[in-house]
């Protein structure tokens, strides 16, 4: 499968299968055991973000780009928080939930927009940039390409998650394990972190803070890298 069949064929099942699927992962209501582990996993991530985010200090009117932004489990808190927003994904139908969440959850939508794009057709500076549980669905050289343009919008601070290439992980995935249940169409791909390491310090970046979500069907490694000065 070529990087073009990827993103053809991601973008069409987070408009259709993956969308019913994520939603309700992404949701409160009933699921199963699985998904209800993956649901926790994927909530850690987002708070773990949010308290480094929150720790610093200096969210309220901070601009952040949340690239591939999903139902906007991220960008709804952010904005919350008071940071000024850019919220976008590939996928229409999950933007058009996320701005039905936007509506249902806050006061006031002012600092939250959205855009239905693909991440490497964004322009733009943000002060942060924001990109969860995106590259899994992406091989290496175009994660590569992913990174270089969102690290080309990103002012001072790149915060990246990724599924990590490791021993274990691998073999979870050899027997099946992991992302499992029917909708699972698309292919998930895992990448080595010294190498999305490289990536970031080849396009100007450093890393500062790390943190890995390990439940027993999500793995996310999330790191933090701001701009090298020099
Ligand atoms: C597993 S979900 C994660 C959503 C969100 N970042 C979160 O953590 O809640 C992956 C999302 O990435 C989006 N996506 C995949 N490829 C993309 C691309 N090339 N540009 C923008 N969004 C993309 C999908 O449509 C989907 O909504």
Redesign the pocket.
Known sequence: MNTLDD?TV??E???AT?FDR?RRI?GDGDVNKVQLDIRTG?QQ??DTVLSWLKADGDLAGLSIC?????????SIPLAEAGAKVFA????EK?VGEAKERAKECLDNTNNLTFGV?????LNGSYHTV?????L???PQDKAAQ?IAHLASLAESRLIL?FAPKTLALSLLKKIGEFFPGPSKTTRAYQHREADIVKILESNGFSIQRNAMTSTRFYFSRLLEATRSSG
């Open positions: 993103k991601v973008k099942y987070f408009n993956g994520w992404y994927h991530t987002v949340d690239a591939g932004c999903g139902v906007g489990s991220l976008s994904d590939i996928s999950m794009q693909d991440l490497e057709a924001i990109c969860l549980d995106v899994i669905h992406y992913m998650s």
